[in-house]
């Protein structure tokens, strides 16, 4: 997808959290101004998926003040990519903070941050998040991203609607969207006749492209 779409889309969604996280909606008045963790990778291998989001949500605060509407107040926190500093970051910023909701990026993150957050009972808003089982049911929760199991499938029928296609090799990186993804890619081509190989592999250690070349 084109960044600058991604960026747009990322506004608007973020423009909508704001507006239903206001103050009004919540029957308090505009005075008392509400209070949002956003725990993004701001350093690190991440940081510029975290500066995009956190740029994006600068944007819709000045859109909901262009508009009039009281802004939700950010509590900015820097979880460097890393699920338990994410964890600290929510639990430092909670006890500081009557906070009542959260935004995480990235799977490994939101899925540390999800059980914390609901026991909490703040909403938590997570995106590029695509590792299956982030939320339970009945989590105060919203997420906003394609999963593996959409990816797999998607795949696998324009795989299989090539035709003539007997062999396929699955590589990814050892993780938790990409495991999943590629385990069910793999159910899904096995299902139809398709031989597949499958490996993964350590991103801090070995390329993608250095394990096809290998491969």
Known sequence: MNKKI????????????????????????????????VILPLTGD???????????????QEQLKAEGLDVPELIIGDSKGEPGTAVTV????????????CITLLSGVSKAVAPVAARDGVFHFATVAAAP??????????????????VATKLAQLI???????QV???????????????LLTQLLSQAGVGVYSELYDAKNLSARDLVTKT
Not at 7 to 33: E, H
Not at 169 to 183: F, G, P, Q, T
Request: hydrophobic residues 45%; negative net charge; glycine residues 8%.
């Open 169 to 183: 090799v699955v590589i990814a990186e050892n993780i938790d969207y990409s495991i999943s993804a590629a385990s």
């Open 6 to 37: 991604t960026l747009i889309a990322l506004v608007a969604l973020i423009v909508g959290l704001l507006f239903y996280l206001s103050p009004w909606q919540f029957g308090q008045p505009p005075t008392s101004s509400m209070k949002v963790a």
């Open 160 to 166: 299989l609607d090539r035709g003539g296609i007997s």
């Open 90 to 101: 929510y639990q430092q910023t909670k006890a500081v903070h009557e906070i009542r909701a």
């Open 133 to 150: 089982n982030i939320f339970g049911l009945e989590d105060p929760a919203f997420r906003w991203y394609y999963s593996g199991d959409l």
């Open 46 to 60: 991440a940081a510029k998926y975290g500066e995009d989001a956190l740029n994006g949500m600068h944007l819709a």
